[in-house]
């Protein structure tokens, strides 16, 4: 015999944790062996609620005189009676639950990342952005040095970093693995090198705002609010992969990592600083830039301004002079 619908047992955030099928009705719920759905819940009473057909054909949940009664849901107020509909909610004790006719519609199928569909989670895209950031930090590591460069002086800094991201997408992945099933190492490591590839675009473009714009403290508004964001963005990533939580689940757990690493980056600033100092506030390393970015003058019309400046010495000097007793 075909079921007439399921009775859906949900968690506190909605999701399905069994289905039972309606063979006929009407059905028992309750704690006690004897009933139609069963469960495991102390403030649901042995027998607490029948659901069936009244009269008129509409079906309807009744409560059996139960301690703790039947809701709607949390907020609600405790009713004798509820009728339900294909969809319809209901709460007994501290259990949610559900019922859904065979022909209740369903939400559209989610694309398997598995399939190939989306070409930025491949284990090719993990390689090429891993090699693109470790020639990355080699070039920041050769840039930042005042000495004679050598390949191991460039290359050793470069390959710790590295290795502590592989580290750091390893344990995202091995939490995939426990979570979902899944490894996804390669997508964590793709996720990764975005973020250390955002930390660099922050701190190169704030050290060289700060530095054209010195009144401006664009480095500490970087890396307390721009980090933040680079944070944000790098837990959002991991868990899309790591968890099963739903998308707004994860914007506010990101949101909160961030929150909290940024609150306690300002208040560490704050007890640092010293009450006064003449010493000029500047931390960031400013890497050279190409010297046609620069404006620059032909050596005809350096000369011209010389000259010009130097009659333009000349004319105050005798003005000076004519001038003393």
Request: charged share 15%.
């Amino acid at each position: 015999m075909a079921p007439l619908g399921y009775i859906e047992i949900l968690d506190a955030k909605g999701g399905v944790i069994e289905r039972v099928s309606v063979d006929s009705f009407p059905i028992a719920i309750g704690r006690a062996y004897s009933n139609d759905v069963i469960l495991n819940d102390p403030y649901v009473c042995p027998m607490h609620l029948a659901v069936g057909p009244d009269e008129e054909g509409r079906l309807i949940a009744r409560d059996l005189n139960s301690v703790n009664g039947l809701r709607a849901d949390v907020r609600e107020k405790r009713v004798p009676f509820l009728e339900l509909h294909s969809g319809s909610g209901f709460l007994i004790g501290h259990t949610q639950l559900r019922y859904c006719s065979v022909d209740h519609p369903l939400a559209a199928t989610v694309v398997d990342r598995e399939n190939g569909k989306s070409r930025l989670y491949s284990p090719y895209v993990a390689v090429i952005a891993g090699a693109a950031i470790f020639l990355l930090l080699c070039l920041d590591a050769y840039l930042s040095t005042v000495e004679r460069a050598t390949i191991a002086t460039v290359v050793t800094e470069p390959l710790a970093t590295f290795a502590m991201l592989l580290i750091w997408s390893g344990l995202w992945a091995l939490a995939s693995r426990i979570i979902v099933s899944r490894f996804y190492f390669p997508q964590h490591v793709a996720i990764a090198c975005g973020a250390v590839a955002g930390f660099f675009a922050l701190t190169f473009s704030s050290e060289w705002l700060e530095f054209f714009f010195p009144f401006v403290p664009v480095i500490w508004i970087a890396g307390l609010f721009g980090s933040a964001m680079v944070v944000a963005a790098l837990v959002y990533g991991h868990l899309k992969f790591a968890s099963a939580l739903r998308r707004s689940s994860r914007f506010w757990a990101a949101l909160s990592i961030s929150a909290a690493m940024a609150g306690v980056s300002a208040i560490s600033d704050f007890a640092s600083r010293s009450k006064f100092s003449n010493v000029m506030e500047f931390t960031g390393t400013v890497k050279p830039i190409d010297a046609s970015w620069l404006p620059t003058i032909s050596i005809d019309q350096y000369i011209e301004r010389s000259r010009k400046l130097q009659q333009d010495l000349d004319t105050l000097a005798q003005k000076a002079r004519a001038t003393q007793p």
